[in-house]
C-alpha cells in the first residue's frame, strides 16, 4: 500500500494540468495545509465538501493505567482533533464503491 505525502500532492497538481511550477504548486499546498493547522489551533472546524470534517474536541483529564505494571497514572486533559469522513467518500471506499 503506497502512502500519500505532501511532496506526492506537489507532483500530482504539477501532472494534472494544474500550470503550475513545481515550486508554486509546493507554495500552494503548503499555503493549504498551514490554514488548516490555523484554523484547528483556533479550535474551528474545517470542513472539506466531498471529503469530511476535521474537528477539534477537548478531552477531559482522567486515571489511565500502565499496561506492565497496572500502575495508576493521570492522563492530563488535552486537545485533540477528529476526522468525520463525508457521506460520499465514505460510499467511494464501500467495496460497492
Known sequence: MATLTKVGI??????NGAGMSKR???EY???FF???KDALV???TVKVAGFGNFIVRD??????RNPQTGEEIQIA???VVTFKASDLLKRKLSPEG
Not at 506537489?10 to 501532472?15: F, G, N, P, R, S
Not at 478531552?59 to 489511565?64: L, S, T
Open 10 to 15: 506537489t507532483e500530482a497538481l504539477c501532472e
Open 24 to 26: 508554486e504548486a509546493a
Open 29 to 31: 499546498v503548503d499555503a
Open 34 to 36: 498551514q490554514a488548516i
Open 42 to 44: 483556533r479550535g474551528d
Open 59 to 64: 478531552k477531559k483529564a482522567r486515571v489511565g
Open 77 to 79: 486533559a488535552r486537545r
